[in-house]
């Protein structure tokens, strides 16, 4: 034999080399690479305006995002954020009793803000309140489970 190695010594060393099957290797991806970019720029007319709509369908989707901000009870939402802001701001993070208080305050203010409402904003601020209510429990029963562990 020649001075080959014996790992070339076969028949398919002469047809295939690490140059030949990096070449091949690199085509391949170049040939996957532009059937990517192909498909990418095929699809960008239709993600980018493919989807025109008439002058009725733009009408009736300006209305029905109308009728949804509408809808929005932006004035209950605002007066919630008064309420909070001024039931919570004057006590800050005081004891439980001031909590519980500003708590039964915010209740009370949003009882008497009820009346302009209709009855779906009532149903919807009395299971908040009830929420709210809740989890000031929660903590309560939390905040005296870990100091009677700690004196334990």
């Not at 803000?113 to 009395?126: K, P, T, V, Y």
Request: charge should be positive; hydrophobic fraction near 40%; glycine fraction near 6%.
């Amino acid at each position: 034999m020649d001075a080959q190695p014996h790992w070339r010594a076969g028949a398919t060393a002469s047809r295939i080399s690490y140059k030949n099957a990096t070449i091949a290797a690199c085509a391949f991806n170049f040939l996957l690479a532009a059937f990517f970019l192909h498909s990418y720029f095929l699809s960008w007319p239709r993600i980018a305006g493919g989807d025109q709509f008439d002058s009725a369908q733009l009408r009736y989707i300006w209305e029905s995002e109308e009728l949804r901000r509408a809808m929005e009870p932006v004035d209950l939402i605002r007066r919630v954020k008064e309420i909070e802001q001024e039931a919570y701001g004057e006590h800050g993070m005081a004891a439980q009793d001031s909590k519980q208080t500003a708590a039964v305050d915010l209740s009370n203010r949003l009882k008497d803000f009820r009346a302009g409402n209709d009855g779906s904003s009532q149903i919807a601020l009395e299971e908040w309140r009830k929420r709210k209510m809740e989890r000031a429990r929660q903590r309560a029963i939390e905040k005296n489970g870990t100091s009677s562990a700690k004196t334990r």
